[in-house]
C-alpha cells in the first residue's frame, strides 16, 4: 500500500513538503523512508518547525552515539546479560513484536554495581535498535507501515528501595528521553501489569517527563483478572506465555517459559566492578543520629511550594532500621492527625546506602521517620541527608 492510501493524500503532501527541509543531511535509505518522516511529523502534532528541530537533534544523536557502530559492537555487558529483564515473547495478533519486561523482580542496584553507565547507556541503544529493526521486519511482512512495539512491563515483588531510587529515577528519565526524542511513534501499547502502591511514588515523578501520546498509550493493572483478558485481545494465547494468561509453556511443561523469558534475579557479587559503596558518614552534609534500643526519632521536612521533591540518603552502621514518611496535616476539628505516603519499612544498606526521593503534592510538614522500636537489644548508628528540591528545580535535579 503507498502512503496515499495508507494515511491519505493530506498527509503525503506534508511528508513531501517536509523532506524538503532534509535533501542533503542523510542517507538515501533514511531519506526515502516516508514513514519515518511520518513519525517524527506525528511526534510535534505536524507542526514543521518543532518536527525539524527534533528531527535534526535525532541525527546529532546518532553520530554522537555513533549508532551504525554500536550495532557492530560486541556486548560489553554480556556477563550480566541473562540478568536484563526484558526478552521477545512473540507477536501480536496484527504483527506488532511484544516484549516482556519483568522490573520488578530486576536488580537494578546491581546492574549499577556490575557495569559502567556508559555502558549500560549503549546496551540499551542497543537492545532499541534491535528492536527496531526486528519491527521494520514485521512492517514489511504484513504490510502494515504504523505497526509499533507492544510492551509488557510487570512490576510484581517491586520493591519500596527500588521505587524510591534517586539513581534510578534518574537514569530511567534519561533513558526515556533519549527513547520518546529518537524513536517516535514506535510504540503501540504499554501494559503495566501487578501493579502496587510502590509504583505509584515512582510513577507521580515519572509521568511529568512523559508526552501526553506515550501516557496515552499505558494501561495500568494491579490483579491478574484484569490484565490477563486484557492481554489475550491483544496477542493469541498460543503466544502467550502460561504465566501471563496465555497457553505457551516450555517443552517440559513449565508456565515460566524459562527457555526464552528472563525473570531477572540479584546479580552475583563476583560480577560487580564496583567493590565498595561511598560511606555518606564522611560526607560534610551528613548528620549522624544514635537511636538506643527500643525508641524512634522523627526528622521533620518543611515543605513550601507543592510539587517539590523530597530526597533522602541514609545509611546504617549495622543491621537494619525502620523507616517511613508521613504528612502531618490537621482535621476539620483543628486535630492534628498523621498520614502514611511511605510506609514504615525495614531497610539495611549493608551494600549501598539508601537513597530515596518523594514528590509533594501539598505544602506542610513531612516526617521521616526512623524506627528501632522493634529492637530490644541494639542501638543503630545513622548517617542521613535530606534537602527539598522546589518544583522549577526539580527537572535539573532529575536529570543532571
Known amino acids: ?23 542533503k543531511e542523510m542517507e538515501l535509505s533514511m531519506y526515502e523512508d516516508k514513514f519515518m518522516f511520518y513519525r517524527f511529523l506525528k511526534a510535534r502534532d505536524f507542526n514543521f518547525d518543532q518536527a525539524e528541530s527534533m528531527l535534526r537533534k535525532h541525527l546529532e544523536w546518532r553520530k554522537e552515539f555513533k549508532i551504525d557502530k554500536i550495532m557492530t559492537e560486541p556486548f560489553k555487558l554480556d556477563k550480566v546479560e541473562e540478568y536484563i529483564t526484558q526478552c521477545y515473547i512473540g507477536n501480536t495478533k496484527e504483527g506488532s513484536i511484544v516484549k516482556y519486561f519483568a ?43 504504523l505497526l509499533g512495539s507492544t510492551y509488557i512491563i510487570d512490576m510484581k515483588d517491586f520493591s519500596f528501595a527500588t521505587a524510591t531510587d534517586k539513581h534510578l529515577i534518574s537514569e530511567i ?8 526524542d529518537n524513536y517516535p511513534e514506535r510504540l503501540q501499547n504499554v501494559f503495566l501489569i501487578n501493579v502496587s502502591s510502590y509504583f505509584v511514588l515512582v510513577f507521580s515523578i515519572l509521568k511529568s517527563f512523559l508526552s501526553v501520546g506515550l501516557i496515552a498509550k499505558i494501561s495500568i493493572y494491579s490483579s491478574p483478572a484484569d490484565w490477563k483478558p486484557e492481554l489475550l485481545k491483544y496477542i493469541d494465547a498460543e503466544i502467550l506465555p502460561a504465566f501471563l494468561g496465555g497457553n505457551k509453556t516450555d517443552p517440559d511443561g513449565d508456565p515460566l517459559c524459562k527457555s526464552f523469558v528472563h525473570h531477572g534475579g540479584k546479580i552475583p557479587a563476583e560480577l560487580c566492578i564496583h567493590k565498595s559503596k ?27 511550594e507543592p510539587g517539590s521533591l523530597i530526597e533522602w540518603e541514609f545509611e546504617i552502621k549495622c543491621r537494619d532500621i525502620g523507616f517511613g514518611l508521613f504528612l502531618k496535616e490537621r482535621d476539620d476539628e483543628g486535630k492534628e492527625k498523621i498520614n502514611a505516603l511511605v510506609p514504615l519499612l525495614r531497610l539495611d ?32 548508628e545513622i548517617y542521613y541527608k535530606a534537602a527539598v528540591v522546589s518544583p522549577k528545580d526539580c527537572d535539573k535535579k532529575l536529570t543532571n
Open 173 to 180: 528519565i534519561y533513558l526515556l528521553n533519549i527513547y520518546q
Open 1 to 23: 500500500m503507498t502512503v496515499t492510501e495508507i494515511l491519505g493524500p493530506d498527509v503525503e503532501i506534508k511528508i513531501q513538503d517536509f523532506k524538503k527541509r532534509f535533501t
Open 349 to 380: 544498606t549493608d551494600e549501598f546506602s539508601e537513597t530515596g526521593v518523594y514528590k509533594c503534592e501539598k505544602p506542610g510538614t513531612y516526617v521521616m521517620l526512623f524506627d528501632n522500636s522493634y529492637s530490644w537489644v541494639r542501638s543503630k
Open 103 to 145: 522490573y520488578g523482580k530486576m536488580d537494578f542496584k546491581g546492574w549499577r554495581m556490575s557495569s559502567k553507565w556508559s555502558d549500560r547507556i549503549k546496551s540499551t541503544i542497543k537492545l532499541t535498535e534491535h528492536e527496531k529493526a526486528a519491527l521494520d521486519k514485521q512492517v514489511e511482512k504484513t504490510g502494515n507501515y
Open 278 to 304: 561511598n560511606s555518606i558518614a564522611k560526607s560534610k552534609d551528613a548528620k549522624k543520629l544514635i537511636l538506643p534500643r527500643a525508641t524512634f526519632s522523627e526528622i521533620e521536612v518543611e515543605v513550601k
